[in-house]
């Protein structure tokens, strides 16, 4: 199964926080799916360890996910056409990115915010 993270799951996977839910936890681990972090969540996260929000340095993160066995999606034209053209009200470029992402590339998205629920076939939590 091919498995998307949204920013925080990426975040809370890397602290070991327990705001990581036992299904997304169960899904990051299983060795038998394919699961991803967005260029757009790196830019998310460094953006937000830049204005101090988070106690992480980039780097860090970078160790992290290469440690776990995570692979990075970069971000397509495609991508960035299908976030553009969504008939949905949300206004986050990064949601959107990460919405036209999962949908794209087939993904089960991996996210507290029902607010995907609109744009996408599967999101757990």
């Keep these: 199964m091919k498995v998307l993270l949204d920013s925080h799951a990426v975040y809370w996977w890397t602290i070991g926080s327990d705001r990581l839910s036992i299904k997304a936890r169960s899904l990051i681990e ?4 394919n699961v991803l972090v967005s260029a757009v969540s790196f830019y998310e996260l460094d953006n937000k360890m830049r204005l101090k929000k988070l106690d992480l340095k980039p780097q860090e993160l970078r160790a992290a996910v290469i440690d776990s066995g995570l692979q990075t999606l970069s971000i397509s ?4 056409e299908l976030a553009a053209a969504f008939d949905w009200e949300h206004r986050d470029p990064w949601d959107r990115i990460l919405a036209a992402q999962a949908r794209l590339e087939h993904c089960t998205f991996v996210s ?6 609109a744009v996408l076939h599967q999101r757990v939590w």
Excluded at 30 to 33: A, C, L, M
Excluded at 77 to 80: G, S, W
């Design 30 to 33: 299983d060795k038998g799916n």
């Design 77 to 80: 034209d495609l991508h960035a």
């Design 112 to 117: 507290t915010d029902v607010v995907f629920d």
